[in-house]
């Protein structure tokens, strides 16, 4: 089905690891990417392709995905990463971007 | 590129109201642009593309027909027209730059339409 499904929150303590999902139909073989947004902001990518990071991401970030579930893994979390984030795919059936429904980061 | 959008405001059901998405350099010609809508509270929807050239559209299925998106080449300024608003489509309008096919990056600061009788 055409859904991308996220949870709704993700909290860490700073300096955890976060781990935030997004779960589709074989959405392993599709193309990946995490959007962050912090409030009063537009969104901007963190991850391209499952795992490559644009420049000014730091190392900290990084994606997987297989199968169903792709996920965006931030390590040594610090209080600045709180925010939004967006998982979105290509379908190349009909050339249309699908979002998840985010899921809020709080850092504790 | 900057993108800079425009046009939001508070109007009634069943009224239309033309977005605009400004590009700061030349070579936002190049450039396919997408809308994406972010409705109060919730998550990220794309709603419209329009290729580099005006030749290509393409619109989420729950607003075609409502929806036209355009671009004056001339103006460096994507256009999105909402017809026969309904109280669903209240939500921050951004444009955003097609980034390699798949992806968008250079996301504007978005414009807030909300409709409402």
């Known amino acids: 089905s055409d859904v991308l499904t996220q949870p709704p929150s993700v909290s860490v303590a700073p300096g955890e690891t976060a781990r935030i999902s997004c779960g589709g139909d074989?959405?392993?073989?599709?193309?990946v990417f995490w959007y962050q947004q912090k409030p009063g902001q537009a969104p901007s990518v963190v991850i391209f392709?499952?795992?490559d990071r644009p420049s000014g991401i730091p190392e900290r970030f990084s994606g997987s995905n297989s199968e169903n579930t792709a996920t965006l893994t931030i390590s040594r979390v610090e209080a600045g990463d709180e925010a939004d984030y967006f998982c979105?795919?290509?379908?190349?059936?009909?050339?249309?971007?699908?979002f998840g429904g985010g899921t809020k980061l709080t850092v504790l | 590129v900057q993108l800079v959008e425009s046009g939001g405001a508070v109007v009634q059901p069943g009224r239309s109201l033309r977005l605009s998405c400004a590009g700061s350099?030349?070579?936002?010609?190049?450039?396919?642009i997408l809308w994406v809508r972010q409705s109060p509270g919730k998550g990220l929807e794309w709603v419209a593309f329009?290729?580099?050239?005006?030749?290509?559209?393409d619109y989420t299925d729950s607003v075609k027909g409502r929806f036209i998106i355009s671009r004056d080449t001339s103006k460096r300024t994507v256009y999105l027209q909402i017809n026969s608003l309904r109280v669903e489509d209240t939500a921050v309008y951004y444009c955003?730059?097609?980034?390699?096919?798949?992806?968008?990056?250079?996301w504007g600061q978005g414009t807030l339409v909300t409709v409402s009788s």
């Open positions: 955003a730059r097609d980034r390699d096919g798949a992806s968008l990056d250079n």
């Open positions: 350099r030349i070579t936002f010609r190049m450039f396919d």
């Open positions: 329009i290729s580099h050239d005006g030749i290509r559209k």
């Open positions: 074989n959405i392993g073989s599709k193309s």
């Open positions: 392709y499952e795992s």
């Open positions: 979105q795919v290509f379908d190349s059936r009909n050339d249309h971007r699908l």
